[in-house]
T-cell receptor
Framework: DTAVSQTPKYLVTQMGNDKSIKCEQN?????MYWYKQDSKKFLKIMFS???????INETVPNRFSPKSPDKAHLNLHINSLELGDSAVYFC???????????FGSGTQLSVL | KQEVTQIPAALSVPEGENLVLNCSFT??????LQWFRQDPGKGLTSLLL?????REQTSGRLNASLDKSSGRSTLYIAASQPGDSATYLC????????????FGKGTLLTVNP
């Protein structure tokens, strides 16, 4: 059973489009995250939700809007996609903010 | 602002060798430190988590140490195997910021048969 699953795995789209990435975890964790890994493989946190409440919003453009319908889901919606948004986006979850993180397998976004 | 540095950026060793990966961080006020493994095209897998009050953690052939005051951690891999080939990342969780991890850029390890 996949612990943290995100879809789609690959996303190729044109500049200006709006797209969503979905994430679900079946670990019973109360905290979920979105991380961005750029072309240099550097991982940076974007958002963190604890019990559906936004905890971290790390200077991410307003075009990125996370949505947490329940504790097991954290979706990422991106408006007006730009070339610089091309990256791998990882969803992760943990129990509280203190425990090990469990990552999804990533969504490779390519904006043309 | 916390900065995490990993040295070396890449390492190639023959199978069976013991090796050490290094991680340093600029702000010693950390809550814990994690070592992750990332395989190509996949997500990260947490290997070891060391709390700030601990000196080391062990899991199988892996041993991670933490010297909080000097801002350093090492990951020791014993008797390396080709299956250990991956990128290894360390990440620190800052005191007072429990939900945020700051990552290093990783060490790409290749173990040659």
């Amino acid at each position: 059973d996949t612990a943290v699953s995100q879809t789609p795995k690959y996303l190729v789209t044109q500049m200006g489009n709006d797209k969503s990435i979905k994430c679900e975890q079946n670990l019973g964790h109360d905290t979920m995250y979105w991380y961005k890994q750029d072309s240099k493989k550097f991982l940076k946190i974007m958002f963190s939700y604890n019990n559906k409440e936004l905890i971290i919003n790390e200077t991410v453009p307003n075009r990125f809007s996370p949505k947490s319908p329940d504790k097991a889901h954290l979706n990422l919606h991106i408006n007006s996609l730009e070339l610089g948004d091309s990256a791998v986006y990882f969803c992760a979850s943990s129990r509280g903010g203190e425990e090990k993180l469990f990552f999804g397998s990533g969504t490779q976004l390519s904006v043309l | 602002k916390q900065e995490v540095t990993q040295i070396p950026a890449a390492l190639s060793v023959p199978e069976g060798e013991n090796l050490v990966l290094n991680c340093s961080f600029t702000d010693s006020a950390i809550y814990n430190l994690q070592w992750f493994r990332q395989d190509p095209g996949k997500g990260l897998t947490s290997l070891l988590l060391i709390q700030s009050s601990q000196r080391e953690q062990t899991s199988g052939r892996l041993n991670a140490s933490l010297d909080k005051s000097s801002g350093r951690s090492t990951l020791y891999i014993a008797a390396s195997q080709p299956g250990d080939s991956a990128t290894y990342l360390c990440a620190v969780r800052q005191e007072g910021s429990n939900y945020k991890l700051t990552f290093g850029k990783g060490t790409l390890l290749t173990v040659n048969p």
